[in-house]
Structure formats: C-alpha cells, structure tokens
C-alpha cells in the first residue's frame, strides 16, 4: 500500500515557475515508477511527465517537453515536478501516481493516486 500526497500547488503569472511535490509513504517507494497527471476542468486526466523506479528513466508529454521536468529522491520518498515558463493553459489539478518499476503514459495503468493540488496560471 502507499499512500501519495501532493504539494505545491499555487498561483502564478504566466512565465513563471512552480515546483510540486509528492511524498510518499511506505518503505517499497523506490520499487515503484512515478507519474504526474493533470486535470482541466472540463477535460480528461492526462499525462504529464514519468519516471522509473530507479530514476534513469523519464517520458514526457510533447506539450510539457523543455518546460517541466520530473525527478525522484528515494531516500526521502519523494517525487518532484519542476514547472518553468508556466502557460495559462498549464492550469489544471495535479495528481502523482504510482506503479511498478516502469512509468506509462496511461493513468488506467496506476496503481495508487493522491489527492491533487491545484495550479493556476494567470495571463
């Protein structure tokens, strides 16, 4: 079992930065891949970034790719999302989930979710 709690969520102008996290519970946190999703409102869950249970490993959606990049501190149960040159359309709740080892692009294919933090860009 594990158990996700996302932080760092806020406002921010368009160009600006953000970094999220996602702490983990459980003592198998690093025999799992990590994904980060969002979620418009009004739109479907989609993919954002992902990334392997040992780190070596990261996929991206195109929309996202140069901007935003995802890293893991398994000593500390912890993934994170660096968030630069921030768009309006970047605005949506974010969620971290987990899987086994590899990341996928397919939210049907985690296993565990969290709550969600909220990020608005401004124009």
């Known amino acids: 079992q594990v158990q996700l709690v996302e932080s760092g969520g806020g406002l921010v102008q368009a160009g600006g930065s953000l970094r999220l996290s996602c702490a983990a519970s459980?003592?198998?946190?690093?025999?799992?891949?990590m994904g980060w999703f969002r979620q418009a409102p009004g739109k479907e869950r989609e993919f954002v970034a992902g990334?392997?249970?040992?780190?070596?490993?990261?996929n991206y959606a195109d929309s996202v790719k140069g901007r935003i990049t995802i890293s893991r501190d398994n000593a500390k149960n912890t993934v994170y999302l660096q968030m630069n040159s921030l768009k309006p359309e970047d605005t949506a709740v974010y969620y971290c989930?987990?899987?086994?080892?590899?990341?996928?692009?397919?939210?049907?294919?985690?296993?565990?979710w969290g709550q969600g933090t909220q990020v608005t860009v401004s124009s």
């Open positions: 459980g003592r198998t946190f690093s025999t799992y891949a």
């Open positions: 989930a987990a899987r086994r080892y590899e990341a996928t692009m397919h939210s049907y294919d985690y296993d565990y």
């Open positions: 990334i392997s249970w040992n780190g070596r490993n990261t």
